[in-house]
């Protein structure tokens, strides 16, 4: 059981950053690779980006990439987004999830935060 907790959104102007925090419970959480997703108003849920269990491995979601980077801290059971040049587009609520295999697929993550909003202003 893995519980995970979003924080670091937030109200932000474009071209600004934000950094995300997902924090998780358990002693299991190295055995899971991580990833973030988000939800824009009145559209689906999208990947956004996810890492591997050990960090060796990343993937990006192409709207992203460049501009946002996951990592890591197993010491400390938290992984964490940096988004950079951010755009009015990314307005969402993002949520970080984990799963036992490192995916771009929704379905393969079994636990979920509750999300944190973030909104980038033009």
């Known amino acids: 059981q893995v519980q995970l907790v979003e924080s670091g959104g937030g109200l932000v102007q474009a071209a600004g950053s934000l950094r995300l925090s997902c924090a998780a419970s358990?002693?299991?959480?190295?055995?899971?690779?991580m990833g973030w997703f988000r939800q824009a108003p009145g559209k689906e849920r999208e990947f956004v980006a996810a890492?591997?269990?050990?960090?060796?491995?990343?993937y990006y979601a192409d709207s992203v990439k460049g501009r946002f980077t996951i990592s890591r801290d197993n010491a400390k059971n938290t992984v964490f987004l940096q988004m950079n040049s951010l755009k009015p587009e990314d307005t969402a609520v993002y949520y970080c999830?984990?799963?036992?295999?490192?995916?771009?697929?929704?379905?393969?993550?079994?636990?979920w935060g509750q999300g944190t909003q973030v909104t980038v202003s033009s």
């Open positions: 890492i591997s269990w050990g960090g060796g491995i990343t």
């Open positions: 999830a984990a799963s036992s295999s490192t995916s771009r697929a929704e379905y393969e993550y079994r636990y």
């Open positions: 358990g002693r299991s959480f190295p055995n899971y690779a």
